[in-house]
């Protein structure tokens, strides 16, 4: 690693006091001891030893309760970053965030296509490089790198377990490969997951319990409880573009049929129109494109702009949506649905009310509560920043390990 | 309440230990040291504590490990008692259980039909007195009822938040009026997530992990995460009945269309029976029957016996509940899925071979793990089981909760 964590085996009192600073952005040491329940010794003790590591600086004074004005904390944002990338055939997205989580740096490119796997994770090595240096941020303070991609996943070894987009791919190690050329720790997750999970750290969603569809080529699908991910047996879970929707559907690639994905995504959306050629021809879709997302991106614009037969598609894939969402309110009982990615950033709007009359009418249990739907703020980049959040919440974790346990 | 709660505001150390007792059956004061990492002088006072509450009794001496041979402890199973109700309109099921969560008596009887709900609940009530009595279980011993049916629900009010089967029960406060009529306290849950902690609390499954599909007149899930039932924001989760998987699919009760349910459950299996006029003239099916379970029994006991027609119904069935398991398994990545409930009883090997089949071929993470299919231990009693465990699990809770916290 290029640099160690930032507090391997110290007590988990650590992880739980600078979380707190990072929410609260600035709190004098009596609030985080009446916040945290932690007495005022330990807390004075665990602020010490955090400003020594350069994890939390002191900036001025607060207002005053009554006696001497106190100090103030705030996590130092520049004493380490992460690195989040969202990584498909066509869509690359890199983002550096600083220990808040906040932006410093990004950069996009058209995705990796058929690249086999050596040349795509090379090419998205060197934009990483790239991105740290133009950045002017210190690389010993890179905690690590987020690979945010599709599933299903071995998690732990850092490889995909799928063919797709080509045979080459499946137990490729992309992670440990990556981290080869990088030099950096590279975590594998799923691309829906860290959409997720950064929308909750970025504070756009102020409950901590709620699901999120994602969708960039393909659709995928997160769940937050308590604010954290849900994981299942093999963190493979919520894998809501391939569930069955239509009993009389057509294989799907994944092994099932009729699956919900195929009557949603980019491609599908693409396939739709150029059945209906005028609309094709008008927006000069190209049947051979494999970069569905920019076809996908000129549909979305004229159905917004109010081209009526775009609309229409562009409905039905809501409409469709509406019922991955119902799905997911169903089965996880969830009251709040986030939509995240590039794939609805266009057509925000339209997708939103769509998918929000959808769950608000269908889902079992709308009795004993109501459903929203909300766009999500960091749009595009959900999953690329999702991916860097899970590095520095890994490196939380780490402080949160008890050693007296 | 006919008796307190068996220690409500007591250290959380006692809930730790009576539950390791449990589930070890017999153990000693040494091993419940090493197994809950609970000091040594902890142990033996809380092991008194609930010896003085009647819980916990000796039981003679084990084996030497070298120096004298420990005591060994085990849950005084005669000291509590619950009461499980599985309630609905085709059948119902009384059992008692003892505080180890076996099963000490049983009763049955055909549901309450159309019965208008005081009517109802004075039936079920009545058959809970008379169970206790015949019993000879001590009435103050009975720490509660736990009453398993169909949601959506409002678990905290104990009221339904469905019309089902009238419009009179649509909040209608059973669990309070059940209270009433019993002078028992009385906890309103969900049936199929009671059937899935039944089988876990009587060790029907090793893992702690998994998914339960359960079926009685209707079909509903449960999910069940390392020793938990997942319940959402409001306790009516893995409502699998209710999912989409037929987008060109009829209108449901529910709001929502082409529910999974209505082409698996017993009411449907009968309709695609009355079609094929000699099927349903040969287990002489009458359309105008209302208890659907028992028409259902007679169909898939013919199919057991060999019959073409009844198997190819039974068999569609099975396949539309393997959609079931499958959008379970690829939503909460499971590798575990139990079928339970009465409607699995009959032709449970052919449910158990035909979801086992279509789960290892269309589950997204197949290549991440396998994902194994069993039936229930408790069969058709999982639920009404699971509504005693339930009651157990709460007075468990009330011993885990931390005064000093």
């Given at each position: 690693m290029a640099t160690s964590p930032?507090?391997?085996?110290?007590?988990k009192t650590r992880g739980i006091v600078l979380n707190r600073i990072r929410k609260a952005r600035t709190i004098s040491r009596v609030e985080l001891a009446a916040d945290t329940g932690v007495t005022a010794a330990t807390i004075t003790q665990v602020v010490r030893e955090l400003m020594d590591l350069g994890l939390v600086v002191e900036v001025g004074r607060g207002a005053s309760t009554g006696g001497k004005r106190p100090t103030l904390l705030q996590i130092n944002q520049h004493a380490r970053y992460a690195v989040g990338v969202l990584f498909e055939r066509n869509i690359c997205i890199i983002v550096i965030v600083d220990l808040t989580g906040r932006q410093v740096a990004r950069t996009a490119f058209p995705?990796?296509?058929?690249?086999p796997p050596e040349q795509a994770l090379s090419l998205v090595a060197s934009r990483v490089d790239a991105l740290i240096e133009t950045a002017g941020v210190?690389?010993?303070?890179v905690l690590g790198v987020g690979l945010a991609t599709y599933g299903p996943q071995d998690r732990q070894a850092g490889?995909?377990?799928?063919?797709?987009?080509?045979?080459?791919?499946?137990?490729?190690?992309v992670a440990p490969r990556l981290s080869e050329l990088l030099g950096l720790p590279v975590l594998l997750d799923n691309d829906a997951a860290a959409a997720a999970i950064g929308e909750y750290w970025l504070g756009a969603?102020?409950?901590?319990t709620y699901g999120c569809l994602y969708m960039a080529s393909g659709l995928g699908g997160g769940v937050v409880i308590d604010g954290e991910v849900y994981r299942g047996v093999s963190s493979n879970?919520?894998?809501?573009?391939?569930?069955?929707?239509?009993?009389?559907g057509g294989p799907c690639d994944c092994g099932?049929?009729?699956?919900?994905g195929n009557y949603v995504e980019p491609a599908a959306v693409i396939r739709q129109a150029l059945k209906e050629s005028s609309l094709g021809q008008r927006l000069e879709?190209?049947?051979?494109?494999?970069?569905v997302m920019t076809g996908f991106a000129r549909i979305a614009t004229a159905a917004v702009a109010g081209d009526p037969a775009a609309r229409t598609l562009i409905e039905r894939s809501a409409r469709h949506l509406g019922t991955a969402a119902v799905t997911m309110t169903s089965l996880f009982d969830l009251d709040l649905i986030v939509l995240a990615g590039?794939?609805?950033?266009?057509a925000a709007s339209i997708y939103q009310s769509v998918i929000e009359e959808e769950v608000q009418r269908r889902t079992f249990a709308r009795r004993a509560h109501p459903v929203r739907v909300v766009t999500s703020?960091?749009?595009?980049?959900a999953a690329a920043i999702g991916g860097a959040v899970l590095v520095l919440q890994g490196e939380l974790a780490l402080l949160e390990l008890d050693v007296r346990a």
């Open positions: 930032i507090g391997a085996g110290r007590p995705g990796t296509a058929l690249l210190d690389r010993g303070k490889v995909l377990l799928t063919h797709q987009p080509t045979a080459e791919w499946f137990r490729y190690p969603v102020e409950s901590g879970a919520v894998e809501i573009g391939h569930i069955t929707i239509d009993l009389n099932n049929y009729g699956c919900l879709l190209d049947p051979a494109d494999t970069d590039p794939s609805f950033t266009t703020v960091s749009s595009s980049d």
